[in-house]
């Protein structure tokens, strides 16, 4: 397993990132370190503080060939990335709300009134959402994990590469996971690049904002 120096400018970790498709494979991740930097990405904003993100660090030989068919373009990764996260959405994720806002209170984030009064509402809110409405709030709200975690991830000297591209209807049920709960956000692949990936355009300023 390996170790890396923490890297703290924020230039240097947005700039230097690339989307890596082939790894190191004498690199390997720590479960120490994968913790360190998913508790950093779960630092990412979500609805109402419900975190519905959910992980799995599919890192065996075992695993990674369990999901090898559900990848089929993007093997390179599967094979030779340390890790390959799978994120997925909770819809069931109002059933953390007492935990989440119970703990705020113990740490004096809020008091007992408010955490009561937010739950309330939020509950009432929840109540009346629809499950395509559900699915839309965890994707918006895997996504802003998603980016953090690859940045993270950089931050601690290793490269990603998010993917979009994988049996969707089928990834839940191959890790155990209840496909009617958990939405798939994308597969993450992540590990030491094996050379510098490319760079690429980003459409100017000018071009992709109004003023008003």
């Not at 979500?46 to 999901?67: C, H």
């Not at 990335?81 to 953390?96: H, Q, T």
């Not at 993917?163 to 956000?185: L, N, Q, S, T, W």
Request: proline share 4%; net charge negative; hydrophobic share 40%.
């Amino acid at each position: 397993m390996t170790s890396t120096t923490l890297l703290n400018d924020f230039n240097t970790i947005v700039k230097g990132r690339r989307s890596i498709r082939k790894y190191d494979t004498n690199v390997k991740i720590s479960k120490e370190e994968m913790t360190q930097i998913i508790e950093t990405a779960t630092l990412a904003p979500s609805s109402v503080n419900m975190q519905p993100w959910r992980f799995v660090v599919i890192e065996s030989p075992e695993a990674k060939a369990t999901l090898a068919p559900l990848a089929r373009f993007n093997q390179s990764q599967v094979e030779t990335s340390s890790a390959m996260i799978a994120l997925f959405g909770d819809l069931n994720n109002f059933d953390y709300a007492e935990e989440i806002y119970g703990r705020a209170v113990e740490l004096g984030y809020m008091p007992a009134e408010v955490k009561e009064r937010q739950l309330e509402a939020i509950g009432g809110l929840y109540a009346n959402v629809t499950p395509e409405q559900m699915k839309d709030i965890v994707l918006i709200d895997g996504g802003l994990v998603a980016m953090q975690f690859m940045l993270a991830a950089r931050a601690h000297g290793y490269d990603t590469c998010p993917i979009g591209g994988f049996e969707k209807d089928k990834i839940a049920e191959a890790f155990g996971m209840d496909k009617d709960r958990y939405v798939p956000v994308m597969l993450i692949s992540i590990g030491k690049a094996e050379d510098t990936g490319y760079q690429s355009v980003r459409l100017p300023v000018d071009r992709i904002t109004e003023w008003k």
